[in-house]
């Protein structure tokens, strides 16, 4: 498909946690063909390969805090750079902090990429029901929801029959908790983005599929 409407654009997706923002990042990569960049698989990767990087960033990381601004900075402009994103590309995960999000503009400036703003905008209450009907194979990592895509009889992946888990992380009290952070973080850059960015787009996903939201994502990008 076409993107000339879109121009030569770095998207910023901004979602809290169970907002299906993956989902709709990887669909726009298809979609748009611009590569997907999110910090947060970036470091995981410096952790596996156990790069002098990954060894700063893994401490941080398994206590749940941020990674510090100026080694994510040098991260993203190292990516950005990079010939593939020269048409634009998709920000998962990135900016998080204020000074994150003033470092980019610059960046983009430089590189010659329009900011655009995606906010996934969801109630909290479809959040916690959507996450704590998620289950997981701790096996392979197949992922099933109770309500729309459930197991098999008695709890079973469906893949290799293992009995399937809540993540901790999808419990109801750590929900709230992610879900606090990650208004605390965003606030200050929504406005920030706000004044600075000339489309900033507001998609209110409430009880929709990841993919039909990702559907009406595209279209909002493509036709303005
Ligand atoms: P994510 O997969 O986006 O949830 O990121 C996993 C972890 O990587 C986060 O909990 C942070 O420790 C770190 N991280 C990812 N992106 C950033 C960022 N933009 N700023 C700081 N830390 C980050």
Redesign the pocket.
């Known amino acids: 498909m076409s993107n000339a409407t879109l121009g030569k654009a770095a998207i910023l997706m901004f979602g809290p946690p169970g907002s299906g923002k993956g989902t709709v990042s990887k669909v726009l990569m298809g979609r748009l063909g611009l590569p997907h960049v999110?910090?947060?698989d970036i470091?995981r990767e410096n952790v596996q390969a156990g790069t002098e990087l990954g060894r700063q960033a893994k401490a941080?990381?398994d206590a749940?805090?941020?990674?510090p601004d100026d080694l994510?900075n040098q991260i993203v402009a190292e990516r950005l750079s990079r010939p593939d994103c020269a048409r634009g590309c998709i920000l998962d995960?990135?900016?998080?902090t204020l000074e994150?999000g003033q470092v980019l503009t610059g960046l983009l400036e430089r590189l010659g990429l329009e900011p655009v703003v995606v906010s996934l905008e969801v109630d909290y209450n479809i959040i916690v029901a959507r996450l704590t009907a998620r289950r997981s194979c701790p096996k392979c990592g197949a992922v099933y929801n109770l309500v729309s895509k459930p197991p098999m009889a008695g709890g079973l992946c469906e893949v290799d029959s293992t009995p399937v888990i809540t993540r901790d992380d999808d419990r109801e009290d750590v929900i709230r908790q992610r879900f606090a952070s990650y208004e605390k973080q965003t606030q200050p850059l929504a406005d920030y983005f706000t004044g600075t960015v000339k489309r900033f787009y507001r998609v209110t996903v409430g009880e929709g599929s990841p993919e039909e939201n990702s559907e009406r994502v595209c279209g909002i990008l493509l036709n303005g």
């Open positions: 999110s910090t947060g470091l941080i990381m749940g805090k941020l990674v994510v995960g990135y900016p998080r994150q």
